[in-house]
């Protein structure tokens, strides 16, 4: 696909699985943290939070106040207090303390899904599973005409059905970075876009030649 060599070739650190993590346990809870939220938000925690609690255990053993206060810029932190709870007493309990990899463990995990047990998989263990389609890459696969659905899971098999197996976990890092930085949801910057001439929005948004012209 044409899309994700321009991509790859403009966003060469979005290609390592491993490129900002150093254990599946800050995988797990960092991608916990992102939901309705930005990096900066759940960046600035990963000092104090990962001090205080710095295993699975230490964390299922967390006083549910103390986590609420550490996590409460990232939003929703009632819900996400209870989520790292859970999943880290199931890691406990269940799992001996490790994060398992494989999507049928983590989904039984609180507060992970398809798309969160996706970028574990890739950024913890480097397996690709699957396309983690968030509202970046559902917006960016529409765009480009690579999905016309708005479900995730149809947008992700439509998204594994033009890539091979060993691009799908970079292909959802790479339309991430590229929405942050250019394709934005309300104002997208097709003028300056490396995919404006691979792009169906592109086109579609580019007013007419004058009659006579082209």
């Known amino acids: 696909m044409q899309v994700f060599d321009v991509?790859?070739?403009?966003?060469?650190?979005?290609?390592d699985p491993q490129e900002f993590f150093s254990s599946p346990f800050q995988v797990l809870v960092l991608t916990i943290l992102s939901a309705q939220t930005t990096d900066a938000q759940v960046w600035?925690?990963?000092?104090p939070?990962?001090?205080a609690y710095p295993s699975p255990e230490a964390l299922a053993e967390a006083d549910p106040s103390d986590l609420e206060a550490v996590i409460r810029p990232t939003g929703y932190f009632r819900a996400k207090a209870r989520h790292l709870l859970g999943a880290s007493r199931l890691l406990v309990d269940e799992y001996?303390?490790?994060?398992?990899?494989?999507m049928e463990d983590l989904v039984r995990l609180p507060g992970v899904g398809r798309k969160t047990a996706n970028i574990v998989l890739f950024?913890?263990?480097?397996?690709?599973?699957?396309i983690a389609v968030d509202?970046?890459?559902l917006r960016l696969a529409q765009r480009l005409g690579l999905s016309c659905h708005v479900d995730p899971v149809r947008v992700e098999r439509d998204l594994m059905a033009?890539?091979?197996?060993?691009?799908?976990?970079?292909?959802?890092?790479?339309?991430?970075?590229h929405g942050r930085a250019v394709c934005t949801a309300r104002r997208p910057h097709c003028d300056v876009c490396l995919l404006s001439g691979l792009c169906r929005?592109?086109?579609e948004a580019r007013p007419p030649l004058p009659p006579g012209t082209g």
């Open 135 to 137: 509202t970046h890459v």
């Open 123 to 130: 950024h913890a263990f480097g397996r690709n599973e699957g």
């Open 49 to 51: 939070l990962f001090q």
């Open 44 to 47: 600035a925690l990963r000092g």
């Open 96 to 102: 001996g303390g490790e994060v398992p990899a494989t």
């Open 162 to 177: 033009g890539l091979p197996r060993a691009r799908w976990g970079p292909f959802t890092d790479l339309l991430i970075a």
């Open 7 to 15: 991509l790859a070739a403009a966003y060469p650190r979005a290609c």
């Open 201 to 203: 929005h592109a086109r």
